[in-house]
């Protein structure tokens, strides 16, 4: 099972909350992108810099900056209005190095309220970090999964348009994988991100 299929099994499954451990975090969000599309979700991503953000919006939701703040505010986002006219769609709330947040007792607080109302439903949590470390009452409710690194498909096509585009930048270059050669190219650069793979390629 490959790591994109695992994540979506574990969205399916209802978590509240997976922490996806990457050190690839642009090709990741847009991993998550595709999966909630995939899977119907609203897709949000939240950032201490950048707020609390719904799909491609380049502006955030007012004063989502601090986590607490985006905590209150995600809790309005899955909340029906009292009158029962307006009900929320199931959504995909992609927070970055939000476990570093978690020390706070306010922010732990909240975030575990959010965690029982997330539960039995489709809506979730990703934490999204280079490194693990969660409270222990969080953990309970959490899964732990490392990923986030692209797969083979998209390693033979990085090599291969930037062995193009080196091709037209330097008519001298010769660049001519077989298909051994790729195997073992995909071999080695395995596990690193897409931009670690297109700087060795480009040397």
Request: net charge neutral; with cysteine.
């Amino acid at each position: 099972m490959s790591g994109n299929d695992e994540l979506e099994l574990l969205v399916k499954s209802k978590y509240p909350v997976i922490y996806l451990e990457s050190i690839d975090e642009i090709h990741t969000v847009g991993q998550l992108r595709l999966l909630a599309s995939r899977l119907n979700l609203i897709f949000y991503q939240w950032s201490l810099t950048e707020g609390l953000r719904k799909e491609l919006n380049s502006d955030s939701f007012y004063d989502t900056k601090q986590p607490v703040r985006m905590l209150n505010q995600v809790l309005s986002l899955i909340t029906p209005t009292e009158d029962g006219m307006v009900q929320r769609k199931p959504s995909l709330f992609v927070l970055k190095d939000f476990q570093k947040h978690l020390e706070d007792v306010t922010t732990v607080r909240r975030f575990k309220d959010l965690i029982n109302r997330f539960k039995n439903t489709k809506n979730t949590f990703v934490i999204l970090s280079a490194e693990y470390k969660l409270p222990k009452d969080v953990e309970t409710d959490s899964a732990h999964i490392i990923g986030g690194f692209p797969a083979e498909a998209e390693i033979i096509t990085l090599i291969t348009d930037t062995c193009a585009e080196l091709q037209r930048s330097n008519e001298l270059a010769l660049i001519n994988l077989k298909p051994a050669d790729m195997k073992k190219v995909v071999k080695a650069l395995k596990g690193l991100s897409l931009q670690q793979i297109r700087n060795i390629v480009s040397q």
